[in-house]
């Protein structure tokens, strides 16, 4: 199976930082990984795409890679702040119908 | 817009009972998706739909079942329920079947006792 491995231990940075969270997957490489956040008792909202060919992507103060050679992608936040406290998801698209696999999250904490 | 609402937001259920979980989304989305959450387990797609009248099996379809008769709907159903359903359940919608994001409702919280 197509397995998405993100680490479980939460990451507590101090505010203005770099938050680096790191996204493995398995086997083959995904035609793209996406990247959600979600808030305690929301649901995850959209953050960013990277398709295969695609080395990394911007988006204000977020920036994701995609590793095919590691097998990985990160997932940076810069000049973090407390708001930014929250549990970021990875996903891989999984076939036909944009079905998603999705990692386990991590728990980001930014003190000020 | 409201995006995807889903209902209801709170549910405890006894082992054994039956009842329907409600997504709706006003972005006339041609794909919907019904996930579960678990604590270290992550979202696992249930079943999902490429348009109305169709639908489809996801990783852990048991024990589900699904209907789209609307485009905008899409429901979820559990014929008798189970301990091991207990979970908060999020619909999700997409426009596009090519990497599109996926919007997501609030979850719905299930508990069957």
């Known amino acids: 199976s197509q397995k998405i491995e993100q680490n479980s231990e939460a990451l507590n940075i101090q505010e203005g930082k770099t938050a680096t969270l790191t996204c493995n997957y398995t086997?083959?490489?995904?035609?793209?990984l996406q990247w959600y956040r979600q808030d305690p008792g929301r649901g995850p909202v959209f953050l960013l795409l990277?398709?295969?060919?695609?080395k990394e992507k911007r988006k204000e103060r977020l920036k994701v890679t995609f590793d095919t050679t590691l097998k990985q992608s990160l997932f940076h936040i810069t000049a973090s702040q407390p708001a930014d406290s929250a549990t970021y998801l990875c996903?891989?698209?999984?076939?036909?119908?944009?079905?998603?696999?999705f990692g386990t999250g991590t728990q980001l904490k930014v003190e000020l | 817009n409201a995006g995807v609402t889903q209902t209801p937001k709170f549910r405890v259920l006894k082992t054994g009972q039956s009842m329907t979980l409600l997504c709706a989304q006003d972005?006339?989305?041609?794909?919907m998706y019904w996930y579960r959450q678990d604590p270290g387990m992550g979202l696992r797609l249930i079943h999902y739909?490429?348009?109305?009248?169709?639908?489809a099996k996801g990783e852990v379809p048991d024990g589900y079942n699904v209907s789209r008769l609307k485009k905008q709907n899409f429901l979820l159903g559990l014929e008798s329920a189970a301990p091991s359903q207990t979970s908060v359940y999020f619909c999700?919608?997409?426009?596009?079947?090519?990497?599109?994001?996926?919007?997501f409702g609030e979850g719905s919280r299930l508990t069957v006792l």
């Open positions: 999700a919608s997409s426009y596009s079947n090519n990497a599109g994001e996926l919007f």
């Open positions: 086997n083959y490489s995904p035609a793209y």
């Open positions: 990277i398709r295969e060919n695609e």
């Open positions: 996903a891989r698209g999984t076939g036909g119908g944009n079905k998603l696999t």
């Open positions: 972005m006339n989305h041609e794909y």
């Open positions: 739909s490429v348009g109305e009248g169709t639908t």
